[in-house]
């Protein structure tokens, strides 16, 4: 498993990473043979947010009761999570109020006293910068938070939030995968009248975080686009399915493996946060962590996936 550091931060993570907003329902045993099924390839960071699971705090309350850390087991694993979504409207709210209820709230369901990283989830168009420096410098300092970073963000989005904030901004976790991939086409077709590709949708935001030494972290990594089913063995995409074919039984590895390393091969070092529950999909995934695909194998796969190389 490829590590690296998370941002600016200490953190040395992984660069695949085990989203856990599907466990609410699950028994406890299948949760933790999915933890476990991540440890046992190098996955040793988790992804929760406090609006996963249904109700607030659902599947971080799930994942403390069937797993149980220990002391030496909670060090081990770097654990991530999100504020900043209200379900009931629904809405956003980056106020500090909010904020510092939420870590409350997460910090409460999954049994610890810190989170190694705090992302604040999906912009807040009524945001105060002011109340969420507030937010994080109270945080920080009680030790409840070790690191923050954003999702869904625009580099002016994170500008203004770091002409206030004092702490970097380590990570900005975006919609990323083979066939949801603006934040690369976009620039590959730069000044390409008539082309929607060529049309800019985040302003550059891949090139700003690797400017800023902000790690982007990709979600739905396997989505044919927004929530509509995953592209693998989807008749929407036989070309892609045939290269995606064809690169498995070269590699001798899932073709899973092969939508994990199109993503985990740019050299912005993106993590992939799996949304899987199957633990034979997450060792999949993880054969694609230093998966060497070749330059000419990812822009074929770039292309079977209907994108433009000028």
């Known amino acids: 498993m490829k590590t690296f550091a998370l941002g ?12 856990l907003m599907r466990i609410a329902e699950m028994p406890d045993e299948d949760i933790r043979s999915l933890v476990a099924a991540g440890r046992e390839v190098g996955i040793t960071m988790l992804d929760h947010a406090d609006v996963y699971g249904g109700s607030m705090h659902r599947c971080e309350e799930r994942f403390a009761q069937a797993v149980q850390l220990s002391s030496s087991e909670r060090e081990q694993t770097i654990i991530q999570s999100k504020a900043g979504i209200v379900p009931d409207g629904p809405y956003f709210d980056f106020s500090h109020e909010h904020i510092v ?21 999906r912009p807040d168009a009524l945001v105060e910068p002011e109340e969420v420096a507030q937010a994080f410098d109270e945080l920080h300092a009680a030790g409840k938070v070790r690191h923050f970073g954003v999702s869904n963000q625009t580099p002016g989005q994170i500008e203004l939030l770091r002409k206030h904030v004092r702490q970097p901004l380590v990570a900005n976790q975006l919609q990323l995968s083979i066939t949801h991939a603006p934040l690369v086409a976009q620039g590959v077709a730069a000044n390409m009248q008539g082309l929607d590709q060529s049309i800019s949708r ?55 493996a092969i939508a994990t390393a199109w993503i985990t091969r740019h050299p912005a070092n993106v993590q992939v946060v799996l949304g899987t529950t199957n633990p034979e999909r997450v ?28």
Do not use: M
């Open 101 to 121: 209820a939420s870590v409350a709230g997460s910090l409460r369901a999954l049994g610890t006293d810190y989170l190694d990283v705090l992302l604040l989830h």
């Open 8 to 19: 600016t931060s200490d953190l040395q993570v992984p660069n695949v990473v085990l989203g």
């Open 283 to 310: 060792r999949a995934a993880a054969q694609g962590s230093e998966l060497p695909l070749t330059r000419a194998e990812w822009y074929e796969l770039y292309r079977a996936a209907g994108y433009t190389v000028p």
């Open 202 to 256: 985040d302003y550059g935001t891949l090139d700003y975080c690797r400017l800023n030494d902000i790690t982007v972290q990709a979600w739905s990594p396997f989505q044919a686009g927004f929530f509509d089913g995953v592209f693998l063995d989807d008749d929407r995409y036989p070309e892609l399915n045939v290269v995606l074919d064809r690169l498995a039984a070269q590699y001798d590895v899932p073709k899973l």
